[in-house]
DNA sequence: TAGTGTGAATTTCTTCACAGCG
DNA sequence: CGCTGTGAAGAAATTCACACTA
């Protein structure tokens, strides 16, 4: 009776469970404990525990996890028993970078096309990538059988580019443009704003340097 | 008497609600609702009232926020009153595509170096980001007065690269490369890890298609 | 005995709902 | 009247702490 629902905040960490448990058995490294994989990882235990507990029992007490079969696990929760074809709007310095990327491919995550406005690149290919006209982009992405869509068009094109992948039956998107998309919530749709980072980083530089200025807190 | 700690969660809106403001503003729009808001950055409008209360109060009941004024608190906030220069470490695809991205100048995050290890790069400049030797780093950061680091070398060479920004008391890092970090407490660390964020995608992918063959879930 | 798996306690984040002000 | 600002309720995530077992 697996109770399925696992929490998105465990979602978003079992990546990281299984890079570490990759290493580990790169390095011949049979069995973990839940504190070194904590270590590894960069969280505690407890959540390590909890996390996994959420996948089933695969650990055994005195003793840990065994790392092969909790890395089968993982891959196989995490959906990586499929490989997911991946295509990208937008073909600037984001998407070719995205589109040269070996990681991408190596991991399960093949970049099969590309698309952009730009008549220079229509029609070539580019590391192995070929880039389209975006209004080939629903016929493309039957062909290819394309499972996430990456938007990586300046955000005045980003909702558009969204709709054609989620009309042509896209259901995991992944944007880099800096806007905020709205998507049927049948579709997953992450963002990643590298504007937004730097400005976080900057609201705690701003927050300690102030600090400092100003002097420490008061104690309790 | 404004008792601070903003909560991790609300920074890390701040500046998505920033960007709508500018948008808003460069539309001349004066006013904006929490609702209006809420929709532009696709979250629900009690959650804009209660993370702009943290800023203090700034808006008037009945009408709503000044967008001008609203954006220049915000700003202020984030230390956007400052400029912060970046300095990237890892002069490959990603490395690059962020030295060659207008968006960070623009945004008050100019690049104003780059490392790598490669002897054909050391010594040029790609679109005005001079490229020195890893060797030079605690002096060039020093020189250009850099705020915020970020890593775009391979897993491997990360955590040194880490290590040589703090020792040059770098305090915010932006971790591009697929490795956890460790860094003391009193440096901000911002991971983006575009492979974790596929294989979240892939989770998602998979549990749908998953429910798809094997029926929806009981009721009750 | 060492380390998992998990209820319970705690903290953090979100949402509700409404008093109060312009 | 309309909309903010915020206590209070609720939900989610984290952490504690320990019973249990290989």
Request: glycine content about 10%.
């Amino acid at each position: 009776m697996t109770a399925r629902p696992i929490p998105e905040a465990t979602v978003a960490r079992l990546p990281v469970y299984l890079r570490v448990l990759v290493d580990l058995a790169g390095d011949g490294v049979e069995t973990v404990s839940s504190e070194e994989l904590a270590e590894l990882a960069g969280v505690n235990a407890a959540k390590v525990r909890k996390d996994l507990s959420h996948l089933g029992s695969y650990g055994t007490r005195g003793v840990g996890y065994d790392v092969a079969r909790l890395r089968l696990q993982m891959s196989r929760a995490l959906g990586l028993v499929h490989t997911w074809p991946v295509v990208i709007a937008g073909f600037g310095n984001i998407g070719r970078a995205l589109a040269k990327h070996e990681g991408f491919r190596e991991r399960g995550f093949p970049v099969v096309a590309a698309f952009d406005v730009d008549p220079d690149l229509v029609g070539s290919t580019v590391e192995g990538v070929p880039v389209h006209h975006p209004d080939e982009l629903t016929a493309v992405v039957a062909e290819t059988g394309a499972a996430i869509g990456v938007i990586a068009t300046p955000a005045a094109a980003a909702q558009q580019a969204a709709d054609q992948f989620v009309a042509a039956g896209v259901r995991a998107l992944l944007n880099f443009a800096p806007t905020v998309l709205t998507v049927p919530p049948e579709v997953s749709l992450r963002a990643v704003d590298l504007v937004v980072e730097l400005q976080i980083l900057g609201f705690h530089l701003a927050q300690t340097s102030e600090g400092a200025r100003r002097g420490r807190r008061s104690a309790s």
